[in-house]
């Protein structure tokens, strides 16, 4: 079981950056597959960045050339660096966590294959 706990949201104007941390407990992150979701009110959560055990990634194409999901295995971390931020990424911040990564990148990115949620972290990017 993986308990993800999220940090390094905030407030920057466009073309700013900002990095996300999520931090997870329990002994099976090193072999989990680990994304970084996004959802704004009224709106359905969205995949953003997904990494898996051997480190491949994949991205929505939103968001593909100006963020990069990273994770520390010693440190049970997992990041998102943001650069190139704009008005339309403001959005809470979500870490999440599945056993193993499937290997077709549409299901990877769909947050109803997750199990384990951190609580969020507010991203506001403005104009």
């Known amino acids: 079981q993986v308990q993800p706990v999220e940090s390094g949201g905030g407030s920057v104007q466009a073309g700013g950056s900002l990095r996300l941390s999520c931090v997870a407990s329990g002994y099976a992150f090193r072999t989990s597959c680990m994304g970084w979701f996004r959802q704004v009110p009224g709106k359905e959560r969205e995949g953003v960045a997904v990494i898996d055990s051997s480190g491949n990634t994949d991205y929505a194409a939103s968001v593909k050339g100006r963020f990069t999901i990273s994770r520390d295995n010693g440190k049970n971390t997992l990041y998102l660096q943001m650069n190139s931020l704009q008005p339309e990424d403001t959005a809470m911040f979500y870490c999440?966590?599945?056993?193993?990564?499937?290997?077709?990148?549409?299901?990877?990115?769909?947050?109803?294959?997750?199990?384990?949620w951190g609580q969020g972290t507010q991203v506001t990017v403005s104009p």
């Open positions: 999440a966590a599945m056993e193993s990564c499937p290997s077709w990148v549409p299901v990877r990115l769909n947050p109803d294959y997750y199990k384990f």
